[in-house]
């Protein structure tokens, strides 16, 4: 349900350029990611750091990709979000003493301390080179191609990715 609710802008950005064009699509993602951020308010009385990143970039990109009528400034978003997760992903272990995908996962797996480090580099390289990717998407193809990348492209890579992460680091997991 997680995933399904992160992925609620992408969704609704893909629906709403299908059937209109990038300025309404970027408003409807804008929309969504804000009724995101008022319904944990409200309903669980905090919002995820990831949203309210998500929402300080779409928010500044998304209003001049409106009030402009240009696409280039919402093609950014992803690349922006995903040099950040890397970055974030990159620097903690240095700056904080801590792996971020260790806090997320330990208590679901546990490994040795050498594969939490491999795999916390392992993601932060992923969203650099996924943020790479969409911008060589964005500049190169189609906005059709771009838009259909965003949604089904970012998402099998996604899945291709943890699925080789998980078959990679299966030798470690242990029977309970």
Same mark, same amino acid.
């Given at each position: ?108 797996? *546990? $490994?040795?301390? +050498? &594969? ?10 992923? /969203?650099? #080179?996924? =943020? *790479? $990717?969409?911008? +060589? &998407? ?10 259909? /990348?965003? #949604?089904? =492209? ?23």
């Amino acid at each position: 349900m997680k995933f399904l609710f992160d992925l609620l802008p992408v969704i609704h950005f893909f629906i709403a350029y299908k059937f209109v064009d990038i300025p309404f699509a970027t408003a409807v993602a804008m929309l969504t990611i804000f009724i995101q951020i008022v319904s944990g308010l409200l309903w669980r009385g905090k919002v995820e750091k990831m949203l309210w990143v998500n929402f300080a970039i779409i928010f500044p990109l998304g209003t001049i990709t409106i009030l402009l009528n240009d696409p280039r400034y919402i093609q950014w978003k992803p690349t922006l979000l995903y040099w950040i997760l890397s970055a974030v992903l990159a620097l903690a272990p240095r700056v904080s003493g801590k792996n971020p995908i260790r806090a997320m996962l330990e208590e679901k797996i *546990a $490994l040795p301390e +050498f &594969v939490w480090g491999r795999l916390n580099f392992s993601w932060a390289a992923f /969203f650099l #080179l996924l =943020g *790479a $990717l969409n911008l +060589f &998407v964005a500049f190169h193809f189609s906005m059709d191609a771009w838009v259909n /990348f965003k #949604l089904f =492209g970012t998402t099998g890579l996604m899945f291709l990715f943890v699925l080789v992460q998980v078959l990679l680091l299966s030798k470690y997991f242990e029977e309970k």
